[in-house]
């Protein structure tokens, strides 16, 4: 996996259509997370996590793209054990998305597009907060452990991961666009795993709207694609 997202990072270098326009904007959205794990099938729940930063789109050909981008992310989950101590753990990572999009309509029209691709999430920060009860559900103590990062324990798991996803959506002409994503992690986020079957992966979906800026340049693509 991790070849194939620098075989990507090489192939959005390669020349592009010669009236390609590049463009670049925020992006602001909602995704749910959920971890699988040796485990941790049965007792974790998702959670909603925010997710924005900046996305660039790179027309390869008339209708197909690269899509890219830098966004953070605050990945979490609730593990609910009974008889044991809550955990609402938040996971801040900044998510690099790789995908080729084929784009249904041209730019100066509104569309829909799907895409496809790799992506690398780069673990930044993060905590954990660990809930004490008595039997009645009154709060006896709670406490909040940053988490740690590393490929050995005692991290609390690995810095980088890297996966496979999909996105779908719809873009207006004016720029803003609106698309559903699905994100499946294929890295285990295990430090110093004990054996094969102690693994912990990710598993995201959400929505996400943003705007493309327009450029003089866009503004002479768009001329001439209408030609």
């Known amino acids: 996996m991790r070849y194939l997202f620098i075989l990507l990072c090489a192939a959005s270098m390669l020349p592009t259509h010669t009236s390609a326009q590049v463009t670049v904007g925020p992006a602001l959205g909602l995704q749910f997370t959920r971890y699988y794990g040796t485990s941790m099938e049965d007792d974790v729940y998702r959670r909603p996590n925010i997710r924005a930063g900046a996305v660039t789109d790179v027309p390869l050909r008339r209708r197909l793209h690269l899509q890219t981008?830098?966004?953070?992310?605050?990945?979490?989950?609730?593990?609910?054990?009974?008889?044991?101590?809550?955990?609402?753990?938040?996971?801040?990572?900044?998510?690099?998305?790789?995908?080729?999009?084929?784009?249904?309509?041209?730019?100066?029209?509104?569309?829909?597009?799907?895409?496809?691709?790799?992506?690398?999430?780069?673990?930044?920060?993060?905590h954990a907060t660990i809930t004490y009860t008595d039997l009645w559900g009154n709060v006896l103590e709670t406490q909040r452990p940053r988490l740690s990062y590393g490929k050995e324990y005692p991290n609390d798991a690995r810095r980088m991961s890297y996966g496979l996803g999909l996105n779908a959506g719809y873009q207006l002409k004016s720029g803003f666009f609106v698309r559903a994503h699905y994100q499946r992690g294929l890295t285990n986020l295990n430090p110093a795993p004990i054996d094969d079957t102690y693994f912990l992966s990710s598993n995201n979906y959400g929505l996400t709207i943003g705007y493309l800026f327009k450029t003089s340049k866009g503004k002479e693509v768009k001329q001439q694609e209408k030609k």
């Open 69 to 126: 981008g830098a966004l953070f992310t605050t990945n979490g989950f609730l593990r609910a054990i009974p008889g044991m101590p809550d955990h609402i753990v938040s996971i801040h990572a900044i998510d690099i998305p790789l995908f080729l999009s084929w784009h249904m309509g041209m730019k100066h029209q509104s569309h829909f597009f799907i895409s496809g691709g790799v992506f690398a999430d780069i673990n930044v920060g993060g």
